[in-house]
């Protein structure tokens, strides 16, 4: 059975790129914070909404990737221009992310593993109004 890893991308704090890169990559963590860190979301007009799109890939022992990386999620409601946009800036992180420096304990712990990571890009979204009727004073 695979190691199957999902990680949303919105609310994370600020990630220390330059210890990745020297260190190396030596968790499930540092490998997120390496994908994190090497995410750009395309250009959104304003007022779009953003979407959501995950992505199915394994990496080899040296941090490649390893066969074809594969979308397996989209937003339902993407235009085609957004789903391409979108599809290019994923395929874009993995290459400027790969090969991952792992150490070697994760690099055998990994290799050849499934994950599947969801970038979560709706920062547009306009966020739901919340009204609490028990805090609102009427008079009757």
């Given at each position: 059975?695979?190691?199957?890893?999902?990680?949303?991308?919105?609310?994370?704090?600020?990630?220390?790129?330059?210890?990745?890169?020297?260190?190396?990559?030596?968790?499930?963590?540092?490998?997120?914070?390496?994908?994190?860190?090497?995410?750009?979301?395309?250009?959104?007009?304003?007022?779009?909404?953003?979407?959501?799109?995950?992505?199915?890939?394994?990496?080899?022992?040296?941090?490649?990737?390893?066969?074809?990386?594969?979308?397996?999620?989209?937003?339902?409601?993407?235009?085609?221009?957004?789903?391409?946009?979108?599809?290019?800036?994923?395929?874009?992180t993995?290459?400027?992310?790969?090969?991952?420096?792992?150490?070697?304990?994760?690099?055998?712990?990994?290799?050849?593993?499934?994950?599947?990571?969801?970038?979560?890009?709706?920062?547009?979204?306009p966020?739901?109004v919340?009204?609490?009727?028990?805090?609102?004073?009427?008079?009757?």
């Amino acid at each position: 059975m695979g190691v199957a890893a999902l990680l949303l991308f919105c609310g994370m704090g600020r990630v220390d790129q330059a210890f990745a890169e020297t260190e190396g990559v030596g968790t499930l963590a540092g490998v997120f914070a390496r994908l994190k860190s090497c995410w750009k979301p395309p250009a959104l007009p304003r007022g779009h909404p953003g979407m959501q799109i995950t992505v199915l890939f394994s990496l080899q022992r040296n941090g490649e990737i390893f066969g074809k990386p594969r979308i397996t999620f989209e937003t339902a409601d993407a235009s085609e221009a957004d789903s391409i946009a979108y599809r290019t800036a994923v395929m874009e992180t993995l290459q400027h992310c790969t090969p991952m420096p792992f150490t070697g304990g994760l690099g055998d712990a990994v290799a050849g593993r499934p994950f599947r990571v969801r970038f979560d890009d709706r920062r547009n979204q306009p966020q739901p109004v919340e009204r609490r009727a028990w805090l609102i004073t009427t008079t009757l």
